[in-house]
């Protein structure tokens, strides 16, 4: 396949684009910042956008690398291949999904089944004394913070909480990014949202959940998301056009080696296999 890189003259580097998850896209910033002290004549340059932007770059041919927090789906694939691409995927971390409170939200724990019943079409659940709760603060109804629909985290935590099939609730708050919905919930005192782990702060909560029938809950954390006990635990992929090449290679083999790894650790995401880190 013909490759993208573009020379930026006077100095003559290489330019990688990457693009998409906005949960990966700290860390490949991280990651793009760090990289020209191991190869100074190639830079990276990262925009986020979601998961679903991402790809839809891999498929237009205008991206090099794609970030995403789901898999690309069938039909990103077939439309991919017909528009000359062969997407390859790579797993370069994993990320624990984390379900966001207020602070003096008194609830310590749920289950994912209480979590479907304030996300799902047709709420079970509505207000914070359904479930036997009063939050300082708050008047009662659930402020129900979710994320745009092209986003991967939207996606997964469709998938993992509301099950196949499952359709989210209407009238919940749509935030673009990741950091949008920390922040939100962290000032409602009635909210509920869900984020990467990465954007959790000391000014909020985070749920320890249940799988449904397990006596005991699991905390988002690094560790957790690493042997992949926390229940809404993820794999983060970055996407490929064919298996990588020259600059392209040398980028993502450092990206899975310690170093790179261990940036990965360093902003809140667990590594592909055990490394040691300053």
Request: aromatic share 6%; charged share 20%.
């Amino acid at each position: 396949g013909t490759c993208l890189l573009t020379t930026m003259s006077p100095q003559a580097r290489t330019l990688i684009q990457n693009k998409g998850s906005d949960t990966l896209v700290n860390v490949a910033q991280a990651w793009a910042e760090a990289y020209p002290e191991v190869n100074p004549e190639v830079a990276v340059a990262v925009s986020g956008g979601g998961s679903g932007t991402g790809i839809a770059a891999m498929i237009n041919g205008t991206v090099d690398i794609a970030n995403a927090s789901r898999s690309m789906k069938d039909k990103e694939l077939k439309l991919a291949k017909k528009n000359g691409q062969t997407p390859v995927e790579h797993v370069v971390g994993y990320d624990a999904l984390a379900v966001f409170i207020h602070k003096d939200n008194p609830v310590k724990s749920m289950s994912l089944a209480q979590l479907k019943d304030i996300y799902a079409r047709g709420p079970k659940v509505t207000k914070w004394s359904d479930m036997g709760i009063t939050v300082p603060g708050c008047k009662d109804e659930i402020v129900v913070v979710s994320r745009q629909n092209n986003s991967g985290t939207y996606a997964y935590f469709q998938k993992t909480v509301l099950g196949k099939g499952g359709k989210y609730r209407q009238g919940t708050l749509d935030m673009h990014g990741s950091k949008d919905v920390a922040d939100l919930v962290e000032k409602t005192p009635c909210a509920i949202g869900y984020s990467g782990l990465a954007y959790a702060t000391d000014h909020l909560k985070m749920v320890c959940i249940a799988t449904d029938g397990a006596d005991a809950c699991v905390a988002p954390t690094v560790a957790t998301a690493s042997d992949r006990s926390y229940p809404i635990a993820r794999p983060l992929f970055m996407y490929t056009n064919g298996e990588p090449q020259g600059a392209i290679k040398e980028y993502m083999d450092w990206i899975l080696s310690d170093v790179g790894q261990c940036i990965l650790v360093k902003k809140g995401y667990a590594p592909v296999r055990e490394v040691k880190c300053d």
